[in-house]
């Protein structure tokens, strides 16, 4: 019996070796297999013959397709009306216009009774019965229900399942939610639109508005705002409601009420502290708090502290405040820009003129300093 195994192994070896190909026969347009050398391994006689693939090669038999290894053996019988490759030691067949899914050795795992059967990660497929989506497992076990519109992955472990209503006034209504990999809801099928950004899922409520939940599916942010960004590198989202600005945080809490015409994030230059807000068409800085750090007075402002200062304007001329509100160079500017190294670039209309300006370079005491 050893031996018998022994000769075996040494033959399929070989074969291998051979690098086989597929071959027709001319005369009679029949395929078969040989190595490279030109031996013939497989006697011309299917229709089709596909390249290998886990050791196994897809043939074509009276229209039915099959398997067959390496040595011509027919390893599951041609009657199938269509195979895919075996991939991971299973393989996608259709029988009766049905498919389904089978092993290395020919055994059914899935029963060939969907209309689509398709590999998605974590070892799992996607099927559809009567124009109803679901997910089930290699074992034919249903792990999200065959009942949706549709189903897509959108990361591995975590399925996003749709549901579209028939028309009403000639519109549907699709709304979605998601599944893990082991079948538990994660959320509820409520949501207009799901989209991944990061890490997290902004979601767009039944009432249009926006909102974000967590990978486990808990709704950390609310679906009330207008507007949101994704979390910055501090865990900061800027929001928008009702034409109002603000800023909430990673478990939903609101740090900067949504009550501003506009607000700036900040927090590059000043260590995330200061915003520039606008309110009642005047701008100010407020905290992460929304305590405000400096009165709203000014028709604009540069935002960013640079060395210290920044930018503002009030009565048609720019000055340079601190990030205490003090203002450490006089208002008297027709344009600036912020500090780099120590200097800012301002400029003043020449005199007489309406369109030239005189431009030169400021220390942060206010005085003129030479171009360098």
């Known amino acids: 019996m050893k031996n018998i195994l022994l000769s075996l192994v040494l033959i399929t070896n070989a074969c291998f070796s051979q690098n086989p190909k597929s071959f027709q026969d001319l005369n009679t347009a029949k395929w078969g297999i040989k190595s490279s050398s030109g031996t013939i391994l497989v006697e011309p006689k299917y229709e089709d013959i596909r390249s290998y693939a886990g050791g196994l090669a897809i043939v074509k038999l009276n229209s039915k397709y099959g398997a067959i290894d390496i040595t011509g053996k027919e390893i599951v019988v041609p009657k199938y009306e269509d195979m895919n490759n075996f991939q991971n030691g299973v393989c996608v067949v259709k029988e009766n216009g049905k498919k389904g899914l089978i092993d290395k050795t020919g055994k059914a795992l899935i029963e060939t009774k969907y209309d689509h059967l398709i590999p998605a990660l974590d070892n799992l497929y996607f099927v559809k019965i009567d124009k109803k989506h679901g997910v089930i497992s290699e074992q034919g076990k249903t792990i999200i229900p065959i009942e949706y519109t549709s189903v897509e992955q959108i990361e591995k472990g975590i399925y996003m399942v749709n549901i579209k209503t028939e028309p009403v006034n000639g519109k549907y209504t699709s709304e979605y939610g998601l599944f893990s990999k ?69 478990i939903g809490k609101v740090m900067i009420p949504c009550i501003y015409e506009d607000i700036c994030n900040s927090m590059y230059s000043n260590n995330f502290s200061l915003f520039a807000a606008k309110l009642n068409n ?91």
């Open 182 to 250: 082991t079948g538990q809801a994660l959320t509820q099928v409520k949501y207009n639109r799901i989209d991944k950004i990061n890490n997290w899922y902004q979601v767009t409520g039944r009432n249009g508005k926006l909102g974000y939940i967590t990978p486990d599916g808990i709704e950390v942010i609310p679906t009330e705002y207008d507007f949101i960004t994704p979390f910055n590198a501090y865990n900061f989202s800027k929001v928008e409601k009702d034409k109002k600005f603000g800023y909430v945080n990673k």
């Open 282 to 372: 005047k701008w100010g800085f407020v905290d992460i708090n929304g305590k405000e750090i400096i009165p709203f007075k000014y028709t604009e402002v540069l935002s960013e502290f640079k060395s210290g200062l920044t930018g503002a304007k009030l009565n048609e001329k720019w000055g340079y405040i601190d990030m205490t509100g003090k203002e450490v160079i006089p208002f008297k500017f027709d344009r600036a820009n912020p500090f780099y190294t120590e200097r800012a670039k301002v400029e003043v209309l020449a005199a007489g003129s309406e369109f030239d300006y005189d431009v030169f370079y400021i220390n942060k005491n206010g005085e003129k300093i030479a171009d360098k």
